[in-house]
């Protein structure tokens, strides 16, 4: 009897310790998932906080997660330096002829055009330094040339407001402030953004800008353009075949005579941007010149405008734009620079061009775009010339150019063109263009 | 009368002034992630925070779906379902599902840019948030850009050779979004969140 109270006891305390040692054991499981599971959670959290930044993954001051009121912003000082670039390479093969079938005389040229330097850096969210130095033709050397492109400062007060100050690019055009060659068509830039908006075309000054909605506008004083050039100046002034020698690209820039420039555009259609600029100054930097009639002032005031417009759409590329200048006194001018008959500074300029262009690789799913296009230039630096002068038919010009831009990624480009140079005197030489260009 | 005309004036000046520059910083705004889940999920819904470890099965499938110029790399993808909530008593993960948030960095031109994409269970893009934007402020997308990207989901249309429209004068911004967006509705169709149950 007593033996088999024993035996019930023993299989009770058995049945009791295996029970025990079950629950202990689902327990400790059970302890060890949810153990995993924070360690899981935690290296989950730490490798979105590798991937997307901590200042990005960093709380509000907020208890519960995603739901609480963010008072403060965790932000750190950010990243300053940023570097970039872009170049390009143009080989010219020019017709042997001229258009009258005399012989052209032009040297097939293969030139490295340009290397550009870009280096910015952020002080915080409202100031921002950005420049570009330029290396262009290869080697100093050799007529090559480094420059600053630009090297401004910005302080934004708002989205709707900034100032920036500095040397600047002159907000004219489509290629003045967008030069970089990848992004745009054609081996070489229009005439008219060369000779009536010369691009690149930077100075010194200071001004504001902003978004007002669709509406994007800029508006500097900068120093004006030098019409007459030489001595101290680094221009070498205004000429018949354009303004472009009027630049003093921020070097020791004479500053007697400041000029306003303010440009507006529209971007509230995707793919849409439709605007215009306008540039006002005297370009005399306050001198005088004899003439038969006395000493003159010589202010030669100069008005640029231009309206432009770009479409992208579906792989269609279109744009266009028109420029026209005037320079008040341009006969005193003549007198100041020497000029005489036909070389005469023109008292009315204007130029014109429309481009189209289609990626024909669209519709497949390779990433290179092939964009075969067509551009119409027509250009007059001397549309009209003061009284006694003469204009040269030579540049009244016309030139249409045919080719192609490959693009292999966003960022390369190989560009492909023929170009037909008319113009009235019929010695315009047409060539055959390819630009390799970069940006990154 | 002139007093009166001037200083109508200095108002109109000074009016136009603090329009201009009381305009929120749009171009260096920054959102920390839980500001821009937020935005995408307004109280009372809730957040739910998931992580899902892809196979290299389904990581082929990703790169797969998302195109050839489009890297897939990653194997570990986290990602924040939004939850509606009908009171405003303390919800549970057990409302109707909102949407999925997906967060992004990448390389715009030498610096980076941080974005949310929020799906919509029928797997289009419904919100593109910009978190942080670390290249000059005129590269920067617009909300106006960002915009054409609503309401798309994975196909070809979604590139710049389909029928987004090029960022003019920022190509490489576009550039990055779009493929950014592809990476997203690839990895979130393989992932399928709305189908998975909660772990």
């Known amino acids: 009897m007593r033996l088999i109270r024993w035996r019930r006891a023993g299989m009770a305390l058995a049945v009791t310790a295996w029970c025990t040692s079950g629950l202990l054991a689902q327990e400790r499981d059970t302890t060890e998932i949810a153990r995993l599971k924070a360690q899981i959670e935690a290296i989950t959290r730490e490798i979105e906080e590798l ?24 932000y750190r000082a950010p990243e300053g330096v940023s570097l970039g670039g872009y170049g390009e390479v143009l080989y010219e093969h020019f017709r042997a002829a001229r258009e009258d079938s005399q012989p052209s005389q032009r040297t097939n040229q293969l030139d490295a055009l340009r290397l550009i330097a870009y280096l910015g850096y952020k002080f915080d969210d409202k100031f921002l330094f950005n420049s570009e130095i330029e290396f262009e033709h290869g080697s100093t050397g050799r007529g090559g040339e480094a420059s600053i492109e630009f090297a401004y400062l910005d302080y934004r007060l708002s989205s709707r407001l900034g100032l920036r100050g500095g040397v600047l690019l002159v907000p004219m055009g489509l290629t003045n402030e967008l030069h970089e060659p990848p992004t745009f068509l054609g081996t070489t830039r229009p005439l008219t953004e060369q000779v009536i908006v010369p691009s690149t075309w930077r100075e010194s000054g200071l001004g504001v800008f902003g978004d007002l909605g669709d509406l994007a506008y800029r508006v500097y004083l900068i120093n004006g353009l030098d019409a007459v050039g030489g001595g101290t100046s680094a221009a070498s002034g205004f000429g018949g075949s354009g303004i472009r020698g009027g630049r ?12 306003g420039v303010a440009r507006l555009d529209y971007t509230g259609v995707l793919g849409l941007t439709v605007g215009g600029s306008a540039y006002l100054g005297n370009s005399g930097q306050n001198r005088t010149v004899t003439t038969t009639g006395g000493s003159v002032d010589l202010g030669a005031r100069t008005l640029i405008w231009e309206g432009h417009l770009t479409y992208q759409w579906r792989g269609l590329d279109l744009r266009g734009l028109f420029a026209m200048a005037t320079v008040d006194q341009a006969a005193a001018l003549n007198v100041a620079r020497s000029l005489t008959g036909a070389a005469s500074v023109g008292e009315r300029l204007r130029g014109w061009y429309a481009q189209a262009g289609y990626d024909v690789l669209r519709t497949t799913r390779v990433g290179h775009q092939l964009v075969p296009y067509l551009r119409y230039e027509r250009v007059n630096t001397q549309d009209r010339v003061p009284t006694g002068f003469a204009a040269n038919p030579a540049n009244d010009r016309r030139i249409v150019s045919v080719g192609a831009a490959w693009r292999p990624i966003g960022n390369v480009a190989l560009k492909v063109d023929y170009q037909f140079h008319h113009n009235e005197a019929r010695t315009g030489i047409s060539q055959l263009n390819a630009n390799l260009s970069y940006l990154f | 009368m002139r007093i009166c005309r001037t200083s109508s004036s200095a108002g109109a000046l000074i009016a136009t002034v603090w329009c201009l520059i009381s305009a929120p910083l749009a171009a260096q705004a920054r959102l920390t992630q839980e500001e821009a889940l937020r935005l995408a999920f307004p109280l009372p819904a809730t957040v ?6 892809l196979t290299e099965d389904q990581l082929a499938r990703a790169r797969e779906l998302a195109g050839p110029d489009v890297e897939v790399t990653s194997r570990v993808v986290t990602y924040y379902m939004g939850h509606a909530c009908a009171s405003s008593a303390p919800c549970g993960l ?37 978190l942080e934007f670390l290249e000059p402020p005129e590269y920067r997308a617009s909300p106006r850009w960002l915009g054409q990207l609503l309401g798309r989901g994975l196909d070809d249309a979604l590139s710049l050779k389909g029928s987004v429209v090029n960022l003019t004068g920022a190509t490489l911004t576009s ?19 709305l189908a998975t149950p909660r772990p």
């Open chain 1, 51 to 74: 991937k997307l930044g901590r200042e990005v993954v960093a709380r509000a001051d907020t208890a519960q997660f995603g739901l609480g009121p963010a008072a403060s912003k965790v």
């Open chain 1, 248 to 259: 003093q690209n921020a070097a020791r820039a004479l500053a007697e005579e400041l000029a």
């Open chain 2, 48 to 53: 739910e925070r998931r992580t899902a470890f």
């Open chain 2, 94 to 130: 057990s409302g109707p599902p909102l949407g999925v948030a997906y967060f992004e960095r990448h390389r715009v031109r030498t610096l980076n840019e941080v974005l949310m994409f929020v799906v919509s269970p029928g797997g289009r893009i419904t919100r593109v948030d910009i």
């Open chain 2, 175 to 193: 550039r990055a979004i779009v493929r950014a967006s592809r990476r997203v509705l690839a990895v979130h169709q393989v992932v399928a969140p």
